[in-house]
């Protein structure tokens, strides 16, 4: 039990506190191909550290691992890239509210093919989640203009994002390869950004610099830190598949962020502790309270 909420914890902190540093490389990321190629320089760094690890632990790569692996980074890619689009042409609420609910993708998705129960318990949970998230992070404030194109891409980014979810879960699942699984997934996302970046580069402008004009020295503690808190929740996802069904799982997870993320907004950046705060916090402690009573 110790062990598991440690875990948990730590899955937490690493997913918080990326999406304002999205929001700030978005900004900087005025084109599509930069949007495409920017990942590539985590993903790779990522990739490096979890080959060396498997090198170093003598883990074998199967087949079956690299198959779940290479959707995986597909998937993995997909859900950067248009995130980092998405919030070019949509507020920083807009895509956060719909890419947090991609927890419902791994959910489903584990019921149905890996056979795991929701309880009655567990389901009240997931829906105060559902409910906690829109609530949040839909504030009505942004005057931009919310068309077609500002919810089809974090739709998207959200749905790949679960897919990667389901796919760690799914490895889990069979016993397969640990790190040999994350080194490929990773080594695929790091391949997809960068082809993708310069075909995208090529297409448009007719060169092969996709990040031409773009500052990537002032910018790379902002990639290196998002490359950590990436591989770190992923890897401990991984570890946390093994120990809960994914209901409890990603419920939490998602919650407690949104409460970890109010209260430094609170003590540390300003924020009003208003009633849709409060309001917010007691639905969040709510749904984790379910997730604890219906799983453990």
């Known amino acids: 039990m110790k062990t598991t909420i440690l875990l948990l914890c730590i899955c937490v902190l690493s997913s918080a506190f990326p999406a304002n540093v999205y929001k700030a490389i978005s900004s900087r990321a005025k084109s599509t191909a930069a949007s495409a190629t920017l990942p590539f320089v985590w993903f790779s760094l990522i990739a490096l550290f979890f080959t060396v690890l498997a090198w170093l632990s003598e883990e074998s790569y199967s087949l079956l691992a690299f198959l779940i692996a290479a959707l995986s ?156 808190c990436n591989g770190i929740c992923f890897y401990v996802a991984g570890m946390l598949a093994a120990r809960m069904n994914a209901a409890a799982q990603f419920t939490i997870v998602t919650c407690a962020s949104i409460l970890l993320s109010v209260v430094i907004g609170a003590l540390f950046q300003g924020d009003r502790l208003d009633k849709k705060s409060v309001i917010s916090m007691l639905a969040c402690a709510a749904a984790v309270l379910c997730q604890y009573a219906g799983f453990f």
């Open 73 to 228: 980074g597909i998937c993995l890619f997909i859900a950067v890239f248009l995130l980092i689009e998405s919030m070019k042409v949509a507020s920083l609420s807009l895509s956060v509210v719909i890419v947090n609910l991609n927890f419902i993708v791994p959910v489903v998705l584990s019921a149905l093919f890996l056979g795991e129960s929701i309880g009655l318990i567990q389901l009240i949970g997931v829906l105060l989640s559902i409910a906690v998230i829109i609530g949040t992070n839909l504030s009505g404030g942004s005057n931009r203009k919310t068309d077609l194109r500002s919810i089809l891409l974090p739709l998207i980014a959200c749905l790949s994002n679960g897919l990667v979810n389901f796919c760690i879960k799914l490895n889990e699942s069979l016993n397969l390869d640990g790190l040999p699984f994350f080194s490929m997934m990773y080594w695929v996302a790091a391949l997809s950004a960068l082809g993708f970046g310069f075909i995208v580069s090529f297409k448009k402008d007719r060169n092969l610099r996709p990040l031409a004009g773009f500052p990537l020295r002032k910018i790379f503690p902002l990639l290196l830190f998002l490359g950590v």
